[in-house]
């Protein structure tokens, strides 16, 4: 065969590879994303057999405090999830939540009206990123380029969870890793309990306004093949049931310096 002929059956081998990788794009239909409060949202929670993480989930969830504050939000419901009620392990008291007006009709030594727990300001007390730059804080390389950083890259919220003393596994989405073996590892991790799936991926594949996104999954159901996300804006968006393939999709997608991905945690090895 002449090397004009191997370069064209090459090039046509390519071209119906590429064809076939963009016909498996899911449309953001009605049919993808189903919100969890409809009958068909409820029917699915109520059928799922992979809903172990739910409940502590939900027992835990709060809303992000402003709107860079999704991994911060994530982060918290999820220590919470792993260790509120634990008595082996002592968990912080956030003393920003009560300011020095509210403090002067508490004079008790003895008692503290604090819970321990874990919030979106003191999950920054183990944080190798410091709240400011997640804010947006300007940084300024060896070169004196300045740029900001603003919220979590994935890493770095696997380094944050690593910190506080969890063990992180970090899957970055990209072209390496099948949609069968992502599925498979979330799934395995919904069906077990104390660990956790924490997913970063962008709005704008499931239709939704905003950019980069962070929160935690709840449930999958395996009959509609959909991941419950539990989206820490409820004032922007509902959880919602989406099918695995679009979320997958909306986690293939380029971050600041890599694609985005998800978290697996768990409390580390004593």
Known sequence: ?????????????????????????????????????????????????????????????????????????????VLNSLRVRNGSIQLPEDKALLNQSDLQY??????????????????????????????????????????????FQLRQLAALFQQHGLEVKVSIVNQDL???????????????????????????????PGGGHISPLGAYHQASDSFLVMDVTPNKADWVWVNADLLIQAMRTFDSVENRGYLLIMEGSK
């Open 178 to 208: 099948d949609n069968t073996t992502i599925k498979q590892e979330i799934i395995e991790n919904l069906s077990t309990p104390d660990d956790y799936v924490i997913i970063n991926y962008k709005r704008g594949v499931l239709n939704q």
């Open 1 to 77: 065969m002449s090397r004009s002929l191997i370069l064209s059956y090459t090039l046509c081998v390519l071209f119906i590879s590429a064809c076939s990788v963009a016909d498996k794009s899911v449309k953001p239909t009605h049919q993808a994303i189903v919100n969890w409060g409809s009958a068909t949202g409820i029917h699915r929670l109520e059928e799922s057999n992979y809903k172990t993480d739910f409940f502590k989930l939900a027992n835990q969830f709060e809303s992000q405090h402003n709107k860079i504050f999704c991994g911060p939000a994530s982060a918290a419901i």
């Open 106 to 151: 508490l004079t008790s030594k003895k008692w503290s009206p604090f819970f321990q727990r874990y919030t979106q300001n003191n999950i920054f007390l183990n944080s190798p990123k410091s709240r400011e730059y997640v804010l947006g804080k300007v940084l300024s390389d060896p070169q004196g380029i300045a740029s900001k950083d603003r919220g």
